[in-house]
């Protein structure tokens, strides 16, 4: 008896069930949800091929020394790069004396403090130190752009593409929904997450800065070396790792025939003439 009982409101439960999953599914497509303006306007990073892609990547020096300078002559305004030495430079083909001078003329200055007076004071950069934090007082917090292209979906393409996707916001997006109207001080871009960012253009006219290797810069160049530098940055030693993974993998297979052979000769005289 109780077991009929327990069948029925077990029944019961599952008609339940099934009942409100067709009611939810029906609604849902007669009426489908309505799509956000993030959901409709939000795009994918674009394309952006690098010398350090793929196994065999290598960094291409002379773009990461343009990049570097973009970073150091627009972005490090706002921008720490906590992670990074001014000693690291010397990776991108910079000798002893110039990463000195680098270090000693960067604009932001290193933050002293003597513990016995209380002091706190500035002190210029030495090659040794890392790249000061900086101070910024307009909208927004810049974040760190050390590990910027580990952080984010797409990584350099990324960056690439929000540095030159800034544009003004499409009339179409604000007559569908006029709540999403791009706040005083932010600026419409469609490769941020929420289409607002705080930063303003960073790159905005060709030849912001002027390259010593005589390449053209454009602002797609700037912001594609940029780019580039911030894959250096958030991993330098990107180059020694595949490098030594392809030793490690031509170890493992010398050391795979080396043993077969040797299994070949302890059984030679074995097999078969039993
Ligand atoms: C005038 C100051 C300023 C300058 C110059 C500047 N930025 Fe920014 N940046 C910001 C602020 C503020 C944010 C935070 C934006 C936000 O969260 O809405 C930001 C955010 C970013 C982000 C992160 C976006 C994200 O997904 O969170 C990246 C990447 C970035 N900046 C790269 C750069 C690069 C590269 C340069 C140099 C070409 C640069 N910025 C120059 C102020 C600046």
Known sequence: MIRIFAILAGLFFAAGLAWSFLLGASSYISEPPAKTAVEEYHQHPKELQ???????????????QRGFQVYKEVCSNCHSLRYLAFRDLKDLGYNDDEVKAI??????????????????????????????????AGQGTPPDLSLITKARHGGPAYVYSLLTG??????ELLKRFPDAKVPEGLHYNPYFASLAIAMPPPLTADGQVSYGDGTKATRDQMAK???????????????KRRQLGWAVLGFLIFATVLTYMAYQNVWAGKKGNH
């Open 50 to 64: 690098l010398a350090s892609d793929g196994a065999f990547g290598r960094f291409d020096n002379e773009q990461l």
């Open 103 to 136: 270090a000693a003329q960067w604009s932001t200055k290193q933050p002293t403090f003597d513990p016995k007076t209380g002091d706190k004071g500035e002190r210029p950069n030495v090659p040794a130190d890392h790249f000061p934090l900086v101070y910024y």
């Open 166 to 171: 800034y544009q003004d916001q499409p009339a």
């Open 225 to 239: 070396d940029v780019a580039a530098f911030l894959v250096w940055t958030a991993e330098p030693s990107l180059e």
